[in-house]
């Protein structure tokens, strides 16, 4: 396009962005931004929060901050984008100390904004935030949400609140694939074994088919039990399912191998 001479918009720049967003391709994306300031359209609020969420999704946290901070309006989108990017990288304090600033700008979390939030509550110094979330969620209608509903099920799961993973699954509305997996991996983190396959039984009695995810979450389970049980799983993945096993699957059926060998 730009050797034949066409002069990019907005809109190009932003597709490319979101390209570079996918292939965690945050070289080509700092060339793109190059050019969105040399065509003057470095103010333009619509681009800016693409970049953010660029950034973010790169793991460029500095980059992504400083490119949020000169945006002219902060939206709720582009809050989301830069509170995502902390709570993906696992920081906890950043991405609830956004979402506080968020609220004091008087905007409105999204379902997005929450599931966020929520993944970074995971050990006991942010239960009690991620019950406050909890809180807004149901106050909010965002709890129907399975996107927060599921986060929920992980976080409680992380809390060692088992119960309460119980309680927002089951009053889940929409579960799908990913619902079922995190409460499957809440049960298989615990030891609990007679649950977890009792969950995965539900679920393909509900006709809610497993993915990879799925299966890496039960080769989990499988250690816990005999050989024979890791192997019915690759097994089960490939002829029934369609799924081709991944390093991970192999390796969790190499460890129960190893363990019923008395090796370590």
Known sequence: MLLKGFKPDAYTFDSILRSCSSLSDVAFGKQVHANIIKNSLAGNNFLGTTLVYMYA???CLE?????????IARDVVAWTAIITGFAQADQAEETLKCFRKMQQEGLRPNEFTLASCVSCCSNAATLESGRLLHSMALKSGHLLDKFVSTSLVDMYGKCRCINDSEAVFRGSVLRDTASWNAMIGVYVQHGEREKAVE????MLDEDIVPDDITFI??????CMCVTEDGKNLLSSMSEVYGITPKVEHYLYVRLISLVALEIF
């Open 63 to 71: 980059d992504a901050y400083v490119t949020f901070h000169r945006l």
């Open 217 to 222: 979450v039960l080769s989990a389970y499988s």
């Open 199 to 202: 969950a995965y039984r539900t």
């Open 57 to 59: 999704k790169t793991g």
